[in-house]
């Protein structure tokens, strides 16, 4: 019975040391990938400012693609406001605002 479980042992401890190693080198490179890749780039908070600052009292999506931001939303007057954001400089590249109608 003991040599039946030192098997197992011998078999599970270098599966699980393994999987640790794996996880451990694998996280280890994703922060470095994902801050290469989003270098000088606005994230979802700093938008939501600069679109706060544009008139844009309500925030109902932000999409990021690779460069650009696209920010929707309404203003203080209920009009929807679409815009376009260059995520490196923060500079608005659109904006579209659209009437109120009375079923909005």
């Given at each position: 019975?003991?040599?039946?479980?030192?098997?197992?042992?011998?078999?599970?401890?270098?599966?699980?040391?393994?999987?640790?190693l794996?996880?451990?080198?694998?996280?280890?490179?994703?922060?470095?990938?994902?801050?290469?890749?989003?270098?000088?780039?606005?994230n979802a908070?700093?938008?939501?400012?600069?679109?706060?600052?544009?008139?844009?009292?309500?925030?109902?999506?932000?999409?990021?693609?690779?460069?650009?931001?696209?920010?929707?939303?309404?203003?203080?007057?209920?009009?929807?406001?679409?815009?376009?954001?260059?995520?490196?400089?923060?500079?608005?590249?659109?904006?579209?605002?659209?009437?109120?109608?009375?079923?909005?």
């Amino acid at each position: 019975m003991k040599r039946t479980r030192f098997t197992i042992l011998g078999i599970a401890l270098p599966l699980v040391a393994g999987l640790a190693l794996l996880t451990t080198t694998a996280s280890a490179q994703q922060p470095a990938r994902a801050t290469a890749q989003g270098a000088g780039y606005l994230n979802a908070g700093d938008l939501e400012r600069l679109a706060k600052a544009e008139g844009i009292a309500f925030i109902s999506e932000i999409e990021l693609e690779d460069r650009l931001a696209e920010v929707e939303g309404r203003d203080s007057q209920r009009r929807k406001v679409e815009l376009v954001i260059d995520r490196r400089t923060g500079e608005v590249l659109q904006r579209k605002v659209k009437p109120t109608r009375a079923w909005d």
